[in-house]
């Protein structure tokens, strides 16, 4: 719930401007979110399960990719505020 509830104030946050890429692209990100957790919603015991097996494959390294990538999106996100 608290990935629809983020999604859908991303989504109605940012206007579609043609003109505007980057509201565009935040706009697109709020959509696919709300896309992931009505799926994830609809379908949690595949999910909770495909998750339970591969999570012992993963490690420090994926963490901390997964984590530069979400600051590389969020930092243009909030300078755009700023």
Known sequence: MVELLTGAIIYLANPWLPDDL???????????MMLEALAITAFCDLYVHMWLKNLGALDRRWAMVTMVFGLA???PAMLRFG
Request: with cysteine; proline share 0%.
């Open 22 to 32: 980057l509201s565009c692209a935040m706009k697109a990100v709020g959509g696919f």
């Open 73 to 75: 999106l969020a930092a």
